[in-house]
């Protein structure tokens, strides 16, 4: 199943034939303006995405810093990536001390991922997606219509969420 624009941005989410029961094995991948951003061809737990998504979820719609926005890509990248390792607090020169810096990651930190460094910020009617190759050691962005990451990760998001859900009830009724 995919979700989104592969132009743009969307999510691949496909569930093996022997998906292991609620450990869900299946692949998944970000494409973003046309490329795949993860590894899609290896085998994953899906259910371990569903529970790493819960925090996209929660932070929907709260990514708006119209002081990062001001900065060139290299520029927010090295000052969200630095915040986010623990590294530096110039960050705090652009938000408040209120504001969780840690929402403008969106990248999902499993297997199939995990070569990536993937950002999102918003601001009025624009958002920015960066993310960083680490093995290429490449950064790119992508901008994105406002809320526009968020639609299409709530709709991948909740086919997850229902396909454990029906894992789950598949598990009750066979024991």
Known sequence: MEFGDRARFAITVELNENHGGLWMYGR?????AGESIGNCDVI????????R????HS???QRACPELMKLSTEKMFSVISTAIRN???EIY??????FAFARFDVGIHVDVL??????LVENGDISKILYFNMERK???????DVGEFDRVALDAYDYLDRMYDAAEESKGEAS
Not at 44 to 51: K, M, N, Y
Not at 53 to 56: D, Q
Not at 114 to 119: F, L, T, V
């Open 53 to 56: 998504m819960r925090y996209l």
């Open 87 to 89: 590294d530096d607090d």
């Open 59 to 61: 932070d929907r719609g």
């Open 138 to 144: 490449e950064l790119k962005y992508f901008p994105l």
């Open 44 to 51: 994953t737990s899906l259910r371990d995405i569903l529970f």
């Open 114 to 119: 995990d070569k990536y460094e993937i950002y």
């Open 28 to 32: 998944f991948c970000y494409w973003i």
């Open 93 to 98: 020169n652009y938000i408040s001390g209120e």
